[in-house]
Each structure stands twice: as C-alpha cells, then as structure tokens.
C-alpha cells in the first residue's frame, strides 16, 4: 500500500508506480528517464515560458472578460455555509447498443467522443437549470511532451470550458461551438487555473468552487493500468478494488472512463446538496439525451425533452439502458 499526497502525485503517476513495481519484481529495469520533475519545474520558471505563458493569460482573461455565470443547480436540501467536501458516488456503465453509437461516432472523426459527451452534459445542466451560459470544469493530464510520460508528479491542471447552450440552437450547431471552445482551451491549457482565478480577482463564496462547481472528465486510456480488473505478474495476480468515495471536491463531478468494452460513468456529488435518487435520475436523463440527439442530430435544444419535476426532485424516465454499479 502506498498513501500520498495529490500535490505529488495524480492518476498516471499511480499507473507509472505499479508498472514500475512489476518491472523491478520480474528483474527488469524500467523505462530510464532524460529528465526529472525538478527540470519541468525549473522550465516552468523560465523566462521564455513565462512569455509564452502570458499569451495563454491573455486568452483566458478575455474569455472571463464582464460578468462570470453562476450554473445554480436546483439542489435537495440547504446549501451549507462551511464546504465539507463529504460526498458519495453513483457509478454506471452504457448499455451495449449505446457502445455501438459511440464507435460509430468515432470513425467518423467529426468530434471526439469527449466532445460528444461534454456536449450531452451541458444540455443536461441547462435542461436543470435554464442557463444558456454555462461553465463547466475539466482535468487534463498536462503531460504534453514525451519526456514527461514516464516521470511521477503532479501534472494535472484544470481547465475550464465556458459554452452558451441557447435554445434555438440544434445539437449539431452547439457541439460545433463546444468542439471549438475545446480545441481553444486545449491549445491553452499551460496557464495554470489557480494563476487564472488570482488575476480575476474573484471574490471567495462561503461553500462554493471558483469560476465553476460542475466538473466533467473523459479517461479514454483503455490500457491504463487503473481501467484494469486484474493485473497477471510473473507468479501472482493483481486484483483492483474501488474504494468507497466520501470526500468530494466539486457539486458535481463527472468522470467517464473507455474501456475495451464499456463506457463507465462515475457520478461524485456532495451529500449535503443531494440524494442518491436524485443522482440516478440525472444518470437516467444524460442517456436519455444521449438518445435523443443520436437519433437527431438536428433537433434543436428546446426541443429535446426529459421528465424534470425541479420542484419535488423526481423524475420519472421508462427507459432501462444503465447498469448500476453500487458503491
């Protein structure tokens, strides 16, 4: 067992030590490294970084330029004064025809699936709250050149994806502006997102994240060693166990997971703001979405519809297309 802090260590890295461990039990040596965390640091520092760095600055603050939209979900109790970050998870996987749908996405090579999936989110978010002005959070790995792949440490920057689901526009014209404003943001996630929240000055709001409380990640490393259930070594084997989830850092959090044969979505929420029920219904309505804009890739977004009582926090939706997986 090994227990470390996130501020040395993120996902990849957990992959980098199991595999490195494998390869010194089987008397291998692993993968050498040309250079150490220290010299990435060192080159963040730079002053021809920090130049190139500001021209991701300037990106950003104009993106925020004037009033920055709070998302209000509709939540099921109170929102607290003090954030306690205790949470839960709701995990489920798509059903084999809802697979189908997204390999045939893929080969066609006009949006990436992340982009799909991102898009189908904020129509859900605006289909809770009517916002058309939505910001939602996104991890990206931040190992951007090779000699980073193989090095343990904390890489991992949030960037943020500000899009404007407007009702009149089709789904086709709003994952165009979301594969846009990906693309962007991508092209500018170096600039760190707590420089970015410094430079905007924005005022701390008891219980609540800054600039977002809604965050959506995509894990498409199919043969990571975490997406494994068993890992088979030169005498033993390695089963994976998920851990309970108590502690969350978001409202909502998002994260989907592609495997060789499932798509595997783990909603974290925070207990104070929601029941479980009210979760598995919003699992229901995102494949329900899903559906809809699959069979309609012009139908515009007022037009795509779900069963939402905001007020009593029930729905009710017939379709049986997830499998549960309990926590």
């Known amino acids: 067992m090994w227990d470390m802090h996130h501020i040395i260590s993120d ?3 957990q992959d980098i030590m199991v595999r490195d461990f494998i390869a010194l039990y089987e008397e291998k040596e692993p993968a050498p490294l040309r250079i150490q965390y220290k010299d990435f640091s060192a080159r963040q520092n730079h002053e021809s970084e920090r130049r190139r760095l500001k021209k991701q600055e300037d990106y950003w603050l104009n993106r925020y330029s004037g009033e920055i939209p709070r998302l209000n979900m509709p939540t099921d109790f109170p929102r607290p004064p003090v954030f306690n970050f205790e949470g839960e998870a709701y995990e489920y996987a798509l059903g084999a025809a809802d697979i189908e749908v997204y390999r045939e996405i893929a080969s066609r090579g006009d949006a990436t699936l992340y982009m799909n999936m991102l898009t189908f989110f904020m129509v859900l978010l605006y289909k809770y709250t009517g916002r058309e002005d939505i910001i939602v959070g996104t991890a990206t790995a931040g190992r951007r050149h090779t000699d980073l792949e193989n090095i343990v440490g904390l890489f991992v920057n949030m960037l943020t994806m500000r899009n404007r689901p407007v009702e009149d526009l089709s789904f086709l014209e709003f994952l165009n502006q979301v594969k846009r404003t990906t693309m962007d943001a991508y092209e500018n996630q170096d600039y760190q997102f707590d420089e970015l929240v410094g430079r905007l000055g924005i005022e701390p709001q008891a219980g609540r994240n800054p600039l977002f409380d809604t965050q959506f990640t995509f894990q498409n490393a199919a043969d990571a060693v975490r997406n494994q259930e068993t890992i088979e070594v030169a005498d033993f084997r390695v089963t994976l166990v998920a851990s309970p989830v108590k502690r969350q850092p978001f409202d909502l959090g998002v994260n989907v997971t592609e495997t060789k044969d499932a798509y595997r979505f ?14 598995e219904d919003m699992a229901k309505h995102y494949v329900d979405i899903l559906h809809q804009c699959m069979e309609n890739k012009t139908v515009k977004i007022k037009d795509i519809l779900i069963s939402l009582d905001l007020v009593t926090g029930k729905a009710e939706l017939t379709r049986e297309d997830v499998t549960a997986f309990e926590f």
């Open 11 to 13: 996902a990849i890295s």
């Open 266 to 279: 783990f909603l974290g929420y925070l207990t104070a703001l929601f029941k479980r029920s009210t979760i």
